[in-house]
């Protein structure tokens, strides 16, 4: 069975202790490699090596930074078969959507941070006559980097670029549940040479080394994606230590359909705003509000369109609908869905597992699920399920539109489905989301604001904000 190893100092290492935990593939349901259960001697390994890297890291010109990032993301589109494919069997998502989102934007983050950082610029205030300021941007030394299993290599880039870009040295945590590309990832930096030290991985779960990372004096800015509770828990822990922190939590999205949308385009892309990832992206719409006068006869084309979905083996090229990530995972999803029947809700299509024939008989496939009849407060229209689960409800103003959309502890992002021009703009001003899209879902600009708000977390990622995360500023005054 494959054993992966921590990288540590540019090398692949065991862990210390020698401890291991199982890693399976979703679509099988079988164990089929084992990832470091790593500790804090791990830890303290690679805090020196990333410590010893760091002022050398720090002093290469921006050029020849962003020209070793450049050369990773090369790296990453030269093994971009092999990388979707490990990132199909790892997370059990189709590999279609492996290689053409996950791994395209892998090497698409690092590119993008590459380039930013040598266009990266500090401001000066110049005070008349008297004086002028000038802010310094400098690294902030050792920062960690946590992430999620949903969107494996997308979001352990996403953060690992800009850290480096700006002179930071990294140590990075993938999520326990899906290692394997961060692992194959190691391969890639070294083959496109990036300095030993400068990038540190260490694999294993939040309490075994999630939590140390996070506590450890000499980390001084921590960038974390994952679950609401799990951030408000690192926000306990690290509260008296002064880190920087940016918290990427869970959402709730609303997707708002309004009676006089282009109706094709929009039941097709509120089902993939649903849908896409077996509902596993923190950006879906779950909660889909629909204009009355529209509600029934988007409801047929909307549930005819979900039932249309292909589920099957991810590495089938046809397959549209994948394996939920783990056994825990998918009894989670089905509870929810036992749930919203107790609620009062109604199963339009979906709601049950699916027991798949061959290779992936044991695998953790749960139906594509829209449910209806349920109010704005109960607990599935609240929580996040993070699976293949929809509710539609209707609505009969924009006022009521946007209290239901807005009516959860979450705040992440929004959908808005309309052509009255002067609605889109005052909808989008009411709704509280870090981001609202309209008329479309998951178009992605690198250089924009990217996070929640409410308990969908704190800080932003993307363009200029990531560098500024990840840069300390300093003001320098100067009297005339
Ligand atoms: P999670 O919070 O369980 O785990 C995320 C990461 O944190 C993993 O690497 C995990 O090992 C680590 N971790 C767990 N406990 C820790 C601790 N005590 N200290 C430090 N690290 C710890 O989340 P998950 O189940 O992997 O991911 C799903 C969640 O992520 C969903 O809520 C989803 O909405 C959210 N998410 C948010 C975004 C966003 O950009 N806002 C993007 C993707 C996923």
Redesign the pocket.
């Known amino acids: 069975m494959q054993k992966l190893k921590n990288y540590i100092n540019g090398e692949l290492v065991e862990p210390q202790l020698g401890q291991y935990i199982d890693n399976v593939e979703p679509a099988t349901g079988q164990i089929y490699s084992q990832i470091p259960d790593s500790t804090v001697e791990d830890l303290e390994q690679a805090v020196a090596a990333a410590e010893n890297a760091q002022p050398a890291w720090a002093a290469l010109s921006l050029e020849k930074r962003a020209e070793i990032l450049t050369k990773v993301a090369d790296a990453i589109d030269g093994h971009s078969n092999e990388l979707a494919k490990a990132e199909a069997i790892d997370n059990g998502k189709p590999f279609s959507l492996a290689k053409n989102v996950d791994i395209y934007r892998a090497s698409a983050n690092i590119r993008f941070f590459a380039q930013a950082i040598t266009q990266f610029s500090s401001e000066s205030h110049a005070m008349g006559n008297e004086a002028i300021n000038y802010t310094l941007r400098d690294p902030i030394g050792i920062v960690g980097c ?6 494996p290599l997308y ?1 352990f880039t996403w953060k690992i670029a800009p850290a480096l870009a700006a002179g930071n040295t990294v140590i990075a ?6 290692p394997m590309t961060a692992y194959l990832f190691t391969k890639i930096c070294n083959e496109a040479g990036l300095p030993p030290g400068v990038l540190n991985i260490l694999h ?4 075994s ?3 140390p ?2 506590t450890h004096p000499k980390i001084k800015a ?1 960038s ?8 408000a ?2 926000s306990r ?1 690290t509260a008296g230590m002064f880190k920087k922190l940016s ?5 709730k999205n609303p997707t708002l359909v309004f009676a006089d949308c282009d109706f094709e385009e929009t039941v097709e892309n509120v089902v993939r705003a649903a849908f896409a990832n077996q509902g ?4 879906c719409g779950s909660r889909i509000y629909i204009e009355r006068p529209i509600y029934d006869k988007f409801k047929a084309a909307f549930v005819g369109k979900v039932k249309a979905l292909k589920i099957g083996d991810p590495l089938e090229p046809s397959t549209q609908h994948g394996a939920l ?1 783990s056994k825990p ?1 998918m009894d989670k999803v089905l509870s929810y869905i036992e749930l919203a029947q107790d609620e009062g809700g109604t199963i339009l299509t979906g709601g049950k597992q699916v027991t798949m024939k061959g290779r992936c008989r044991d695998g953790f496939f749960v139906e594509p699920t829209v449910i209806e009849g349920l109010d704005n407060n109960c607990r599935t229209n609240q929580e ?1 399920i ?1 699976g293949p689960v929809c509710t539609i409800m209707p609505f009969d103003s924009d006022e009521e539109a946007i209290e239901l959309a807005n009516g959860t502890q979450y705040g ?1 992002a929004s959908s808005v489905w309309t052509n009255d021009l002067k609605r889109a703009h005052r909808v989008a001003k009411e709704i509280e989301a870090g981001i609202v899209w309209i008329n479309c879902w998951l178009l992605r600009d690198l250089r924009t604001p ?3 708000v409410k308990s ?2 704190v800080g932003r ?1 993307g363009g200029l904000e990531a560098l500024r995360f990840f840069t300390e500023p300093k003001n320098v005054c100067i009297k005339y």
């Open positions: 946590i992430s999620p299993w949903n969107l979001l945590k993938p999520s326990e549940v899906t294993g779960t939040g309490p080394i999630g939590n990372l996070t921590i974390f994606t994952g679950g609401t509770s799990t951030g828990h690192i822990v918290l990427e939590l869970g959402g596993q992206i923190c950006l990530v995972h996040e993070f992440l990217f996070g929640g969908s977390g990622e």
